[in-house]
């Protein structure tokens, strides 16, 4: 894989201050899976009585690992749970050895840490069609076990990252009834990013207390409105893995219905979405591309990915180049209804074109002062009803092709 010799200049300045989540704990290893020097293992360990619930790629060849995480989430037990994931390989097109490896690293992290094997989930990122060296996982398993802290949710977000600049994480805390409910969130992403869902892996915790239909209801619900919002090149991964984790430690019972959980959750998920973004392969802007006045929500948002997928758009908004004619194009080319002669168009507060033509106010020097910076804003609105969708995406610089070109070596 490419070296990355350098942040994201979008990152954060810092990875934030996350509360501790009663109920799970971290740990990390080196086992050279693919890196050498560095952690690329990362195992979490959840108390009895936690729920698990997830979403997962769509793709027509997912995973062996994610295959798997699909075969148990619905399984209902009381038991602990774990979760282990690999950076490097994604364990996905080996065949049977894919499937092999799986079920190897699932059985042995059950029997290390006493858990029922459908209560332990694994997600591999990385090179596709390698087979998985999965004893280098599993040889590491008493040293996670010895290692595992409430405290290493950091060290367990930096394990993950695979051509990621920087390491993703996100917290969240309410209050309801009085008393307090903490949710924690980390993810790893950069390229190959696109729904459904959008290589992404996250995983969440929280010490509210939930059953799993509600929390796979809220779950799912979200994520159409976060993960499966965001695009960075277009390209869906056979890998891409949320998993909800809800230890109840807390006692604060919530439901699908209780709006502060849905909220705090949606405020989790949302700035984990945009952090992958942000560290988007090559990236240099983060762009939010809302539309209005569609004839309905699905338009919106077919609409909003066109012009967020469109090379032609995203190589523009790297050039620092107002060409809202491409803007123009992608909405023509999605397939969703739409009038030329209605549409507008602003970059941030600026209204660029309108009524099918140029703003007879828009000055090209505006747009261009618009596009130097950092974070950008494409808004059209369509003139024909009310829905409207907003998705976030990157540019596409010289460092999305530097990094692709030698992935595997």
Not at 89 to 111: E, L, Q, Y
Not at 365 to 372: E, I, L, S, T, V
Request: with cysteine; glycine share 8%.
């Amino acid at each position: 894989m490419a070296e990355i010799t350098h942040v994201s200049p979008l990152a954060p300045s810092d990875f934030p201050d996350i509360p501790i989540v009663d109920g799970v704990a971290f740990a990390t290893a080196e086992a050279g899976v693919k890196y050498a020097g560095r952690k690329d293992v990362m195992l979490a360990q959840c108390a009895p009585g936690t729920t698990i619930s997830g979403v997962f790629t769509k793709s027509a060849t997912r995973s062996a690992s994610v295959l798997d995480c699909q075969e148990k989430i619905g399984i209902s037990s009381d038991a602990g749970a774990a979760i282990i994931v690999n950076a490097g390989n994604a364990n996905a097109f080996t065949g049977k050895n894919g499937v092999t490896a799986t079920k190897s690293v699932t059985h042995a992290v059950a029997v290390c840490l006493d858990v029922p094997e459908e209560r332990v989930f694994s997600s591999s990122t990385g090179v596709i069609g390698e087979p998985l060296p999965h004893q280098r996982i599993t040889e590491k398993l008493e040293e996670l076990k010895a290692n595992l802290s409430a405290a290493s949710i950091r060290d367990a977000a930096e394990a993950i990252r695979t051509t990621d600049t920087f390491a993703k994480g996100a917290k969240c805390t309410f209050e309801t009834n009085g008393k307090t409910v903490n949710i924690a969130g980390i993810a790893k992403g950069s390229g190959m990013i696109a729904p459904d869902m959008a290589t992404m892996l996250v995983y969440i915790f929280t010490d509210a207390k939930i059953s799993h239909s509600d929390l796979q209801s809220v779950v799912s619900d979200l994520n159409a409105e976060t993960f499966n919002a965001i695009t960075v090149d277009s390209d869906t991964s056979t890998s891409d893995t949320l998993l909800v984790a809800a230890t109840g430690a807390s006692n604060v019972e919530v439901t699908s219905e209780t709006e502060e959980f849905r909220q705090a959750l949606h405020s989790v998920m949302l700035q984990l979405a945009h952090l992958v973004v942000r560290d988007g392969e090559g990236a240099t802007k983060f762009v939010e591309v809302r539309v209005t006045g569609a004839a309905s929500k699905a338009d919106a948002r077919t609409h909003a990915m066109a012009i967020a997928n469109s090379p032609l758009v995203k190589t523009a908004i790297a050039g620092e180049d107002p060409n809202w004619g491409r803007i123009v194009m992608a909405i023509g080319k999605s397939g969703a209804a739409a009038d030329r002669d209605l549409l507008s168009i602003r970059f941030g507060d600026i209204l660029v074109a309108e009524n099918g033509w140029v703003s007879p106010d828009y000055k090209e020097d505006d747009g261009a002062r618009y596009m130097q910076r950092q974070n950008i804003q494409i808004s059209v609105d369509l003139g024909l009803a009310e829905a409207q969708d907003t998705v976030w995406t990157c540019d596409l610089t010289h460092g999305y092709i530097t990094i692709n070109a030698d992935y595997r070596s």
